[in-house]
């Protein structure tokens, strides 16, 4: 008895070492990657090119495409939005400041940057990966399902814009504000002069 269970054992054990190896190697190279930000975005937006690519060669997998731009809008929702919400959770200490008097808190997105890169990427390798099964291409007419998908982002990037001007984020760093100083009077009429 113990002779048949240790063979299925001993196979078992190699396959899980192998994918005990591989998310260990790529988790080590999503970790180095965490640091490049461009280098990220130039990757993805190369597989988002290929992707595209490959939609246009086969001219199919719209349907395919309608879900991955859904999904992406969704992602984008959750990049833009605030990680407390201050109409939908009870107002506490990490809330955004609503007054000029209040004292500044850094914008906390609900979805990270890194977080969502890496949705954005795997969502494209996926589609790309669907686009080889034919059970997925399911003829559709895809003007109306581009018309549809846009007038979705519009609708919802205004309820989100609203939003913004309505608590007062920004959802973009913009960098380290720099202050210049007031320039000296002698300086300024020397250059009326010139």
Same mark, same amino acid.
């Given at each position: 008895?113990?002779?048949? &269970?240790?063979? @299925?054992?001993?196979?078992?054990?190699?396959? %899980?070492?192998?994918?005990?190896?591989?998310?260990?190697?790529?988790?080590? =190279?999503?970790?180095?990657?965490?640091?490049?930000?461009?280098?990220?975005?130039? @990757?993805?937006?190369?597989?988002?090119?290929?992707?595209?690519?490959?939609?246009?060669?086969?001219?199919?997998?719209?349907?395919?495409?309608? &879900?991955?731009?859904?999904?992406? !809008?969704?992602? !984008?929702? &959750?990049?833009?939005?605030?990680?407390?919400?201050?109409?939908?959770?009870?107002?506490?200490? %990490?809330? !955004?400041?609503?007054?000029?008097?209040?004292?500044?808190?850094?914008?906390?997105?609900?979805?990270?940057?890194?977080?969502?890169?890496?949705?954005?990427?795997?969502?494209?390798?996926?589609?790309?990966?669907?686009?080889?099964?034919?059970?997925?291409?399911?003829?559709?007419?895809?003007? +109306?399902?581009?018309?549809?998908? +846009?007038?979705?982002?519009?609708?919802?990037?205004?309820?989100?814009?609203?939003?913004? +001007?309505? =608590?007062?984020?920004?959802?973009?760093?913009?960098?380290?504000?720099?202050?210049?100083?007031?320039?000296? %009077?002698?300086?300024?009429? @020397?250059?009326?002069?010139?």
């Amino acid at each position: 008895m113990e002779g048949v &269970g240790g063979d @299925g054992a001993s196979q078992m054990a190699p396959l %899980a070492k192998w994918r005990n190896d591989f998310s260990r190697t790529f988790q080590y =190279y999503l970790d180095r990657s965490t640091p490049h930000p461009v280098q990220r975005w130039l @990757g993805t937006l190369a597989a988002a090119a290929i992707y595209v690519l490959r939609v246009y060669f086969v001219q199919g997998f719209y349907i395919v495409s309608y &879900g991955l731009g859904i999904y992406i !809008l969704n992602l !984008l929702i &959750g990049f833009l939005s605030p990680k407390i919400d201050p109409e939908l959770e009870a107002l506490d200490g %990490a809330s !955004l400041p609503t007054k000029g008097s209040d004292e500044f808190r850094p914008f906390i997105r609900r979805l990270p940057e890194f977080k969502f890169w890496y949705a954005i990427t795997k969502a494209f390798c996926v589609a790309f990966f669907m686009t080889f099964f034919t059970v997925f291409d399911v003829p559709v007419f895809w003007p +109306i399902l581009l018309c549809y998908w +846009i007038v979705l982002f519009v609708l919802t990037m205004k309820r989100q814009i609203v939003h913004m +001007i309505k =608590y007062k984020y920004v959802p973009f760093n913009l960098g380290k504000q720099r202050y210049t100083g007031k320039k000296s %009077a002698a300086s300024s009429s @020397g250059s009326s002069r010139d």
